[in-house]
């Protein structure tokens, strides 16, 4: 696949916006911004090398159900072949990723996917050097729509006509990642961004799925962070404009996530709960967590009804105070 946009130029703007990220008020987990960051020298290709203590922010997989979803990752791959005969596999130390693109694009989607992880892991305090997925995390990313279609159809059995990429999840813990075509670098990362925002909640401190909302919500503002530029970033403006221009109820958001606007709502909310108060955010994640409805973390951790954030949230939009 030939893409025009570098990807290590792609890399370096999100490496210098993980640096904007972490010097960010919005930062979860609040950690101080070392000024040193921006003007150290490129990172050296990621290690391979597997982390070796399990994180005690994930939920734990014994070693024999990790050999086996990694045999299933491997066994998709080679399927994969069929269609994707250039496929490769770039492994790191956290991620397998399964490239359908030239091998001259190796090294530096390697570095962006495993800063991305580093990123992600500080965001929700979590030490980047566990081992937090269940082994590596399968990227499976494909050069044509074409194949795309042909690994959901036939490898993955599920049917996504309409999806440049997903998260994908078994009952018993396996996770992966699957993209298709992308028009460009930007939006492969914003996309890898988000789906790995979705892999990275399923597996925080236990396997309670957190409602769609709030879910959906946190991958399109990491994605929205992590990336310039990028049109999770333009999505949430664009919605908070128009619900306060044509006086829109948002709290349609809180039952169904369907399209830009809706996207750019959850977003916007999940911007100002963290804005608000980065630290009862982690808290309103971890009742959720440990088996809150939305409802009652929302209540415990802010002391707030969802009809009171929206009031909240409509002030603050009204004025452009969420950032």
């Known amino acids: 696949m030939s893409i025009r946009l570098s990807i290590i130029d792609g890399c370096s703007r999100l490496l210098a916006a993980a640096v904007v990220l972490c010097a960010s008020s919005a930062c979860l987990a609040q950690k101080p911004h070392d000024a040193s960051a921006s ?4 990172a050296k290709p990621p290690s391979a090398a597997p982390a070796t203590r399990p994180s005690d922010k994930a939920v734990k997989i014994d070693d024999a159900t990790i050999r086996i979803f990694r045999e299933t990752a491997e066994d998709w791959a080679e399927k994969a072949k069929k269609f994707a005969p250039i496929l490769h596999l770039i492994e790191t130390q956290h991620f397998l990723i399964y490239s359908a693109w030239e091998k001259n694009q190796d090294k530096g989607m390697s570095e962006a996917i495993e800063n991305m992880y580093r990123v992600l892991c500080q965001q929700f305090v979590v030490d980047a050097k566990d081992q937090y997925w269940a082994g590596k995390l399968p990227i499976f990313v494909m050069a044509t729509k074409e194949q795309f279609t042909t690994f959901t159809n036939e490898i993955d059995k599920v049917k996504r006509p309409d999806s440049a990429g997903y998260c994908g999840a078994t009952s018993k813990g396996f996770a992966y990642i699957v993209t298709s075509q992308v028009k460009d670098i930007n939006f492969f990362y914003e996309l890898v961004i988000h789906e790995s925002t979705h892999a990275f909640l399923n597996r925080y401190k236990t396997n309670v799925l957190i409602v769609t909302w709030i879910n959906e919500g946190i991958a399109d503002y990491m994605a929205a962070t992590l990336v310039p530029n990028s049109i999770a970033h333009n999505r949430y403006i664009d919605a908070a404009r128009m619900a306060i221009a044509e006086k829109k109820d948002v709290q349609f ?11 750019g709502i959850a977003q916007s909310l999940i911007r100002y709960l963290i804005q608000r108060d980065g630290k009862a955010f982690l808290k309103f994640i971890k009742l959720m967590k440990e088996g809150k409805t939305d409802d009652e973390a929302l209540k415990e951790a802010y002391k707030l009804t969802k009809e009171q954030l929206v009031a909240e949230w409509n002030k603050a939009a009204a004025a452009n105070a969420i950032k």
Do not use: H, I, L
């Open 253 to 263: 958001v809180f039952r169904e996530v369907k399209g830009a606007f809706a996207y």
């Open 39 to 42: 003007t150290r020298p490129a």
